[in-house]
């Protein structure tokens, strides 16, 4: 692997609450994000210690009411994110919608179109979202009256990946344009990243981390791995407002970016400092697999007469496009931990 150009990121871990962000105005180019789910029972008592009104909904089975009550509380968070969010930035949330029965009666409450909603509201545009069909070992199981019509439910096993820019596309300086172009993606990745289904990436270990829960919460790492590649170049900032175990943050410390996270309760702060302390082995396993891979799958072109056009200058290997040809890969190699951030250096040519 040819060493990529010097780089050190930093990975700010704050304590605290994302509906009042200590983040200055335009100063974040990425954010993703998985927040609590409004109606899903694991987030009733979060969502009742930020606004107690809603234990009430629930107990008298005002789901609608519940339902609103909690995305309110959401709601200013989605206004600080897009506060912190350069023009152009992007904002990826990924949420599911949730099914409940309250009362004897049993809802859909989609979380996914109350969100889109709310970034409308705020100015956001809204982009081509991602299905993420997340994997199942119970193919036949039912919801309802089983076998007989009429009283079924549709089994949810999806949830999404909304996508928001704030204002116009992204404008780049020259420095910027260079490091964009180190940052690209093979072209065989952004077939399947960009594709509106992603399959094949299971739910992550749900650990106890304290704080009143017994599961986390946390998505796989692979998704916010793929986000960031698509939607931050090195040296970006990716803001993670609810940050949980913080596999955003690994995320980004594993690809060269810079990160914040944002979490409420002081529980998790060692399970984030962990993530980002195995983020350095991460991130070289995850760019040595692509590489791997694309170097399979360029074996596999040219086997079939096809052999790429161009050649990469970093990593010597075929490529499709000549947007491809300066895709420099960052590689941490060790990072030092102070008392609320990380530093993380890469390989370098010195």
């Given at each position: ?178 490091r964009r172009a180190e940052s690209a993606y093979f072209w065989e990745e ?79 702060e060692p399970a984030i400092f962990e993530s980002l302390a195995q983020a ?71």
């Amino acid at each position: 692997m040819t060493p990529p150009a010097p780089l050190t990121t930093t990975h700010r871990v704050i304590i605290g609450d994302a509906r009042r962000l200590p983040i200055v105005d335009a100063s974040v180019q990425l954010v993703v994000t998985s927040p609590p789910y409004p109606m899903i029972d694991m987030w009733d008592d979060a969502f009742s210690e930020l606004q107690p009104g809603i234990a009430g909904m629930l107990a008298r089975a005002e789901g609608r009411a519940a339902f609103e009550a909690m995305h309110r509380v959401l709601d200013t968070v989605w206004s600080e994110a897009v506060r912190v969010l350069v023009p152009g930035g992007i904002c990826c949330i990924n949420i599911g919608d949730a099914t409940r029965s309250l009362g004897g009666e049993f809802a859909l409450y989609p979380n996914h179109a109350r969100v889109i909603a709310a970034m409308l509201d705020l100015g956001m545009t809204v982009l081509p979202d991602i299905l993420w069909r997340k994997p199942t070992n119970a193919p036949n199981k039912f919801m309802g009256s089983g076998m007989l019509p009429g009283g079924a439910y549709v089994t949810y096993e999806h949830e999404y990946i909304l996508v928001f820019r704030k204002g116009g596309k992204r404008v780049f300086t020259p420095a910027e344009k260079l490091r964009r172009a180190e940052s690209a993606y093979f072209w065989e990745e952004r077939n399947v990243w960009f594709s509106d289904v992603w399959v094949g990436l299971p739910g992550a270990h749900q650990r106890a981390t304290g704080g009143g829960r017994e599961r986390s919460g946390a998505f796989p790492f692979e998704l916010p791995y793929r986000l960031v590649q698509m939607y931050a170049m090195q040296g970006d900032t990716v803001l993670d407002p609810f940050a949980g175990t913080g596999t955003t943050l690994a995320a980004a410390l594993s690809s060269g970016r810079n990160s914040i996270g944002v979490e409420r309760l002081r529980a998790f702060e060692p399970a984030i400092f962990e993530s980002l302390a195995q983020a350095v082995d991460a991130g070289r396993a995850r760019g040595d697999q692509r590489l791997a891979d694309h170097a399979a799958f360029v074996d596999a072109r040219t086997a079939a007469g096809k052999p790429p056009g161009y050649t990469s200058v970093h990593h010597g290997l075929g490529v499709i496009t000549r947007q491809e040809t300066s895709i420099r890969l960052a590689v941490p190699v060790r990072i030092e931990r102070g008392d609320e951030q990380v530093t993380a250096w890469y390989l370098s040519d010195s």
